[in-house]
């Protein structure tokens, strides 16, 4: 095992100090056996989670997504995808000839007043923007009717592949007489107001499920999808046998792709042995306490604030900065998760001077630092992101057990992963160290779940519906 960053005495003037700092820092140090206990107590939950009886107290909710196949490159022809997130949207036109994917794409703005109106205004504005870009790229008055997959990351109850119910409104939206209602249903309802588009919805998914997707059109092995930027959430291929909760048929395969909503673990205390007082702050102190524990502890929207706080309280002790505290430095959600990407940065070195640590302390008002206390700011921010990215492998390396394929690869996307420099050297790191002995895995960075995997979803279903075959 590659051992945790740690300060070495002689980076250190006095052996007092590097105790008092290691004293403060310890807790962020687990140990193997504590990540072996989380792959643990992650199976647990999960089986809580796919139980009829058990799962209205679960905490991870392990949302059956009815899909049920991957592509297989005989997906053929046009295909749509609609990706609605927040106030911008993305309409997109996927072509597939086997493996060769060519996309367009256009991005529309949903207006305040529409966000906040009816239901039919903003899926009558959806469809004016379809309408829009087909006429844009030709697609009018296409013959075979196109089919289209449905990104909505919005909470959903979802009732088949192309059923999916609101569950309730977040970022902004107040759209009335949507909630409780399907979502494809409208948007079919808005299309045939249109009049002149040809288009089915046969697919709402969300983005975890879109990021697998889109990595299994290159790689069959893709049977789990990982999302890690400001939030986290994971899905995978599950057994059917597995999921009492399934309440489609039981034809072939015998598999449905399972959406985790992992980031809900531990919201029932099963993780609190390895919380921190400054990760029970956080969650106290949040929009929404008491829940998403396990997100709080590894995804980008905490990262930079769990590092603030140790290295304030680090500086409080005079231990960093001559006990300098900038008011930047005491104002919560100022020191940002982009921050600790930076000052990591393999470039980012003692021989370099540590300019990319001095740039940042600069932007939160601290100057005149020490060679000493850019080593001390470094040394924290590799611990907390070494512990999210060792929290979120133990996650998947439950998963890879879970599925038992000799080889499996995991698709990847988020903010988190992509620009951290040493995030995904961590994740193969831990994971090695916690699948069973003879499986093999890789991580896949994936391009465009959102909309490439919708439209992927979409196609799968087209192909199985027309052309028969798993």
């Not at 029970?280 to 603030?308: C, F, T, V, W």
């Not at 630092?369 to 998947?396: F, K, P």
Request: hydrophobic share 35%.
């Amino acid at each position: 095992m590659a051992p945790l960053p740690t300060l070495s005495l002689h980076n250190v003037d006095h052996q007092q100090q590097y105790k008092e700092i290691e004293n403060v820092l310890g807790e962020l140090k687990l140990g193997d056996d504590v990540y072996k206990k989380v792959v643990s107590v992650f199976e647990e939950e999960i089986d809580k989670g796919l139980g009829k009886r058990t799962n209205p107290d679960a905490t991870i909710k392990m949302f059956p997504t009815y899909v049920r196949s991957l592509p297989n490159g005989t997906e053929n022809g046009d295909f749509l995808a609609l990706d609605l997130g927040g106030t911008n949207f993305r309409v997109l036109n996927i072509h597939l000839e086997g493996k060769e994917v060519d996309m367009k794409s256009k991005i529309y703005v949903v207006p305040p007043d529409v966000m906040t109106g009816t239901g039919t205004e903003l899926f009558d504005h959806i469809a004016d923007c379809i309408e829009k870009f087909m006429s844009e790229n030709d697609l009018l008055g296409n013959s075979r009717k196109i089919p289209l997959g449905f990104t909505f990351s919005f909470p959903l109850k979802q009732e088949g592949l192309n059923k999916a119910r609101l569950v309730t409104w977040t970022k902004g939206f107040t759209s009335s007489g949507v909630e409780g209602e399907d979502v494809v249903q409208l948007l079919h309802e808005a299309i045939q107001r249109k009049g002149n588009l040809n288009v089915e919805c046969v697919a709402v998914i969300n983005d975890t499920v879109g990021a697998l997707m889109s990595c299994a059109h290159d790689d069959q092995n893709c049977h789990i999808g990982l999302i890690i930027g400001t939030g986290s959430n994971t899905c995978y291929m599950e057994k059917l046998n597995r999921v009492e909760l399934w309440d489609g048929d039981n034809e072939q395969p015998q598999q449905v792709i399972i959406n985790t909503e992992c980031g809900a673990f531990g919201d029932n205390g099963c993780i609190d042995f390895l919380r921190t007082n400054f990760d029970e702050d956080i969650d106290a102190e949040s929009l929404n306490p008491g829940k998403q524990k396990y997100e709080k502890m590894i995804s980008g929207m905490y990262m930079g604030e769990i590092a603030r706080r140790y290295i304030e309280k680090l500086a409080s002790k005079k231990l960093l900065f001559k006990g300098e505290i900038s008011e930047t430095l005491k104002t919560p959600n100022k020191f940002y998760t982009k921050y600790i990407s930076e000052i990591e940065d393999k470039e980012n070195t003692e021989e370099s001077n540590f300019q990319k640590t001095r740039q940042v302390l600069d932007e939160i008002g601290i100057d005149n630092v020490t060679l000493e206390d850019c080593r001390i700011v470094q040394h924290v921010c590799q611990l907390v992101s070494s512990r999210s990215a060792y929290l979120v492998s133990s996650g998947i390396a439950c998963l890879i057990n879970r599925i038992n394929r000799s080889e499996v690869t995991v698709a990847v996307d988020g903010s988190v992963y992509r620009y951290h420099p040493k995030f995904q050297d961590l994740m193969v790191e831990k994971i090695s160290q916690l699948i069973n002995n003879g499986l093999k895995f890789k991580l896949m960075l994936s391009n465009d779940g959102s909309g490439k995997g919708a439209a992927l979803v979409a196609a799968v279903a087209w192909r199985l519906k027309h052309q028969g075959g798993n």
